[in-house]
């Protein structure tokens, strides 16, 4: 069993969800919540609300794993401005821990939750509230988003048995030829990389 912390970084919402992972993929969500702030606090006081939300979070369910969505682009440049500067916070906090930090673009989560990198929120939550076996996805999407964080790495590179855990202990055993593939490339990719 894998316990996974997925977040939804964000500086008037940010969301919270811890899941666990079996071997087997089966995932179950444990606790959600969002951490909010107002746009009338300043800068200083938002993040430090983000610091106390996460550090308690961290403390209460002792994960794991750290699954946060990568920042890579957005139209509005304050938007990614607080994103980031909210993505730091939690990376912090997880790093004085010890707990493993990984990022996951939103194409990457879309695309390991419904198949498809384009799928759009609503197909999202359903997915999420499927795989996790709830009624409805959590509320509001900031939540559900960080429940598909928290699935995403689980099944794409956490969990015993996952490709990613494979890779890493250099064996293969249990995997699909799809899931060896990828575990191939990415290690390919992480080689050229050291390379350069």
Do not use: Y
Request: hydrophobic fraction near 45%; glycine fraction near 10%; charged fraction near 20%.
């Amino acid at each position: 069993m894998l316990r996974v912390v997925g977040v939804d970084p964000g500086l008037t919402r940010c969301g919270l969800a811890v899941v666990d992972v079996e071997p087997n993929r089966r995932a179950t969500l444990i606790d959600v919540t969002v951490v909010g702030t107002s746009a009338e606090e300043s800068l200083d006081q938002r993040l430090l609300a983000i610091a106390h939300g996460i550090d308690a979070w961290l403390d209460r369910h002792r994960p794991d794993a750290l699954a946060v969505e990568r920042v890579f682009s957005h139209t509005n440049v304050s938007t990614v401005m607080g994103t980031a500067q909210a993505s730091g916070i939690v990376i912090a906090a997880a790093a004085r821990r010890g707990i493993a930090v990984a990022l996951h673009t939103p194409t990457e989560v879309k695309a390991a939750v419904t198949g498809s990198g384009q799928a759009d929120k609503a197909a999202v939550g359903r997915m999420v509230a499927k795989i996790l076996r709830l009624d409805a996805p959590p509320k509001p999407a900031d939540a559900a988003d960080a429940a598909a964080l928290a699935i995403t790495h689980g099944w794409r590179g956490a969990a015993p048995g996952s490709h990613a855990s494979a890779t890493r202990t250099g064996g293969s055993s249990g995997l699909t030829a799809a899931q060896r593939a990828w575990a191939e490339a990415e290690a390919a990719a992480r080689h050229g990389s050291r390379r350069r």
